[in-house]
């Protein structure tokens, strides 16, 4: 059951990396923010789980900038009526 949250996590991640790449999908759209959101919690609990701390640092990071970025998305969103 863990490699499948893995895999669901890695595959949320590499799709908005291949959207962004290939000019389908936004950097700052709210799908991309989700996407990586979503995939890079699942990974960093894995990673915690695991006591995978260098894994752990980087998924961390990464739904943390998410995170920020859908946050200032919403603020904007709200600002702009």
Do not use: C, H, Y
């Not at 640092?57 to 920020?68: C, F, R």
């Amino acid at each position: 059951m863990d490699q499948t949250f893995q895999l669901i996590g890695a595959l949320l991640i590499l799709a908005a990396f291949v959207g962004a790449q290939t000019a389908r999908l936004p950097v700052q759209s709210l799908p991309s923010i989700l996407l990586n959101l979503i995939g890079s919690v699942i990974l960093a609990v894995i990673a915690l789980i695991g006591s995978d701390w260098g894994f752990l640092l980087l998924e961390t990071v990464w739904a943390l900038v998410s995170a920020w970025a859908l946050v200032k998305r919403v603020r904007n969103r709200v600002a702009a009526g």
